[in-house]
């Protein structure tokens, strides 16, 4: 599975089409994190884990979740 | 030639220049300047201009991973006001853009937004009229401006890089546009660059080199070499990169070669000088550093070079009169690989 922060969201949709891979999971986060305090960072990772949990262990039918 | 073997779809536009203009600008095929409408025959004057088939693939460009066929290439080269001349050359340079050391799938991601830099050595320089000289970075030569604008515009015709979504620049900067050089070797006391890199003086080649906005080194005081590369130095202070470029006006090279420096010489000398002082940085930021090249085990004490080994500096002699050198920095990261980016260098073959 791919992480990305929403701003890379088309670009992750191109290379899924590039690459024949339309279902490949992609679990999408807010933007930015480069410039974003550690516990703010921290706090989204928390947000989003149960999610890239799910990803990883039931990816068909988180997929329609993510998307 | 006979253009029905051609693949890509005929498409009906009202014969008007201005309708024309417009249809490329809905379908978004132009980087916002007027394009050469690519007519059958346009195309087949290209196509005629070189030894290949129309379907041969050259490489495959991203985001979208398409193959960049001959035909494509002469499309685009009509588009970008490229002479039928120009093909092999440009042939060169989609082999060099889409060779994956030079990652462009990066460079066009990167929301850093460098440019693909093109420097042109060997006798096709004056086959094609490539500048090397006078206003060497700015406009005025056509092979110069065509060959630059039609690697922008295989990057978004082709590859399907649309700032914004797929391309995710930023700032970018003009030289996105176009940025094409030859080296002035006639006036570089200097072996040129392609020679540097292993091929004949007589052979041509091009180097496609991710490229920032550059920063002028004048220096109208120095008479000595030190004086010139110290300020030259000055200016490549920062952040490191995978490479750097050092492009060097010739009334500046005579003076430092003329002082006994060989290319191998200047770039010590400015690797030596041009550093990244980690007492400067602000804690926060020092930490991040270190965290980020943690192979280096950086310190407070620490320096970080311009980059990583001093042959990782490009030394290219360009530009006209006058005591005006110019730095453009690599955008890409150093590593312990061997950086994130590295320039290519093809030969052209006729």
Not at chain 1, 12 to 20: I, L, N, T, V, Y
Not at chain 2, 57 to 80: D, L, S
Not at chain 2, 108 to 131: D, F, H, K
Request: glycine share 8%; hydrophobic share 40%; aromatic share 6%.
């Amino acid at each position: 599975m791919t992480v990305i922060t929403h701003a890379f969201d088309a670009l992750a949709k191109s290379e899924k089409e590039a690459f024949g891979a339309p279902d490949h999971p992609v679990l999408v986060v807010q933007h930015p994190i480069g410039t974003v305090k550690l516990d703010e960072v921290n706090k989204r990772a928390d947000a989003a884990f149960d999610k890239l949990v799910e990803i990883l262990i039931e990816p068909q039918r988180a997929k329609a979740a993510v998307a | 030639m006979d253009t029905s073997t051609l693949q890509a779809e005929r498409l009906e536009v009202e014969d008007d220049i201005w309708a024309a203009q417009a249809f490329f600008e809905e379908k978004g095929w132009s980087d916002g300047l007027p394009i050469i409408p690519p007519t059958e025959d346009r195309v087949a004057q290209m196509l005629a201009a070189v030894k290949r088939a129309p379907q041969d693939v050259i490489g495959a460009v991203p985001p979208r991973w398409a193959p960049a066929t001959v035909e494509k290439i002469a499309i685009n080269a009509v588009m970008a006001g490229c002479k039928p001349e120009y093909m092999s050359t440009l042939i060169a340079c989609v082999e060099a853009i889409t060779d994956t050391k030079l990652n462009l799938y990066a460079l066009q991601a990167t929301t850093g937004g460098p440019a693909v830099m093109i420097i042109i050595n060997g006798p096709i320089r004056q086959e094609l009229n490539v500048n090397g000289g006078a206003n060497v970075l700015g406009e005025g030569w056509r092979a110069n401006a065509t060959i630059g604008r039609f690697v922008r515009l295989i990057q978004r015709n082709v590859g399907g890089s649309y700032p914004g979504t797929t391309c995710k620049a930023t700032l970018g900067w003009p030289g996105k546009y176009s940025i094409c050089i030859g080296e002035n070797e006639e006036a570089s006391p200097w072996e040129p660059l392609h020679v540097e890199r292993g091929f004949k003086a007589d052979q041509s080649t091009v180097t496609a080199i991710s490229a920032d906005a550059s920063i002028r080194a004048s220096d109208l005081d120095s008479t000595k070499a030190v004086g010139i590369l110290t300020n030259f130095a000055q200016r490549m202070e920062g952040p490191s990169g995978p490479e750097a470029i050092m492009v060097i006006c010739p009334e500046h090279a005579k003076i430092i070669a003329g002082d006994g420096f060989s290319k191998t010489d200047v770039k010590k000398f400015v690797w030596e000088r041009a550093a990244y002082r980690m007492k400067d940085l602000p804690d926060e930021t020092f930490h991040q550093r270190v965290k980020r090249r943690s192979d280096l085990k950086l310190t407070r004490d620490s320096v970080i070079p311009v980059t990583d080994k001093p042959e990782d500096i490009l030394v290219v002699v360009a530009g006209g009169d006058g005591s005006q050198s110019q730095y453009i920095h690599v955008w890409g990261q150093s590593t312990p690989e061997g950086g994130s980016t590295r320039s290519v260098t093809k030969v052209i073959r006729n």
